[in-house]
């Protein structure tokens, strides 16, 4: 079993900036990747951001490239979503997740085997 916990959300004016964090309880033997995803309020949940086990490769939804950053920390088995220029479209609760079974990151749901409980990021206009 893999636990992700995020944190880092909170309330930020428009333009503003957050940090998102995620810890995994443990060590993995296996190569993964990890993504962050987020859904808003009566929305589906949405990709937003994917990073591979090595962390050179990364791909972002088009709604938020220019302006996110994810990065990963093998060591501490933490994955960060750094958010600049913050919109209030972005309201949502971000979620981490991440699969054992790809060495490269997926938009796709379907792909990750595990997922964090949610931290809310609410952005006034």
């Known amino acids: 079993q893999v636990q992700l916990v995020e944190s880092g959300g909170g309330l930020v004016q428009a333009g503003g900036s957050l940090r998102l964090s995620c810890a995994a309880s443990r060590r993995t033997s296996r190569s993964y990747a990890m993504a962050w995803f987020r859904q808003a309020s009566g929305k589906e949940r949405e990709f937003v951001a994917g990073?591979?086990?090595?962390?050179?490769?990364?791909n972002y939804a088009d709604s938020v490239k220019g302006r996110f950053t994810i990065s990963r920390d093998n060591a501490l088995n933490t994955v960060a979503l750094v958010m600049n220029t913050l919109k209030p479209e972005d309201t949502a609760v971000y979620y981490c997740?991440?699969?054992?079974?790809?060495?490269?990151?997926?938009?796709?749901?379907?792909?990750?085997?595990?997922w964090g409980q949610g931290t809310q990021v609410t952005v006034s206009s």
């Open positions: 990073i591979s086990w090595s962390g050179a490769g990364t």
């Open positions: 997740a991440a699969t054992l079974t790809r060495i490269g990151p997926s938009i796709y749901e379907t792909s990750y085997d595990y």
